[in-house]
């Protein structure tokens, strides 16, 4: 088992199947949408590390512990130009439970809303992702049964939560390190990947 102790650049995961609703405008309520952006103790799809490496993801509880109050974005697609919702604005609410992280978005009255209402009523866009970075010491990367598995146990940022139309599961996407298990006679890459680390600083500059 390895414990990573750099921190990682912006990772983003997609649910397949979140259970995303829509709730339309109501007595004088703007419409909502809410739904899971992650949830514990769920293997990942099969992901692919900097060095084409696969392996399996599994969020843990307490891996989102005071981040909730943080400033952060619903998205849509995760790009920055379009904005539904800011947890500083009260646009926004997030939440944890047993199942994992849930949040809930009031729709703002603009083109890309309205849009994405449509969508969501007509069951065209079902997914929700979120987009964060592993704490130093956050991970931790172990063998099981010829699989490799990645328990991230401690997020350090929870940058968006986004409705999606696409899992952003592409493997430039799926891991900034590559996993590494201890003991294993193959060497794995420890550094932190460079093209991940520059789309980092990008998002950040395009956020702020």
Known sequence: MTRSNVECAVERRTLEASGIEFRAAQEGKPAMVHG???????????????????????????????LLEGDVRCLVNHEPSLVLGRTTAGTLRLSVDERGLAYECDLPDTACAKDLAVSLKRGDVTQSSFAFNVAAGGAVVRREGGQIIREVRKC??????????????????????SVEVEGDAEPRATDECPSCAAAARQRAAELN
């Open 36 to 66: 899971y952006a992650a949830l514990f103790n769920t293997p990942s799809r099969l992901l692919r590390d900097s060095q084409g490496k696969a392996y399996v993801e599994v969020i843990k509880p307490g891996a989102f512990d005071g």
């Open 156 to 177: 350090s940022r929870l940058t968006d939560v986004s409705v999606v139309t696409y899992p952003a599961y592409d493997d430039t996407e799926a891991s900034c390190r």
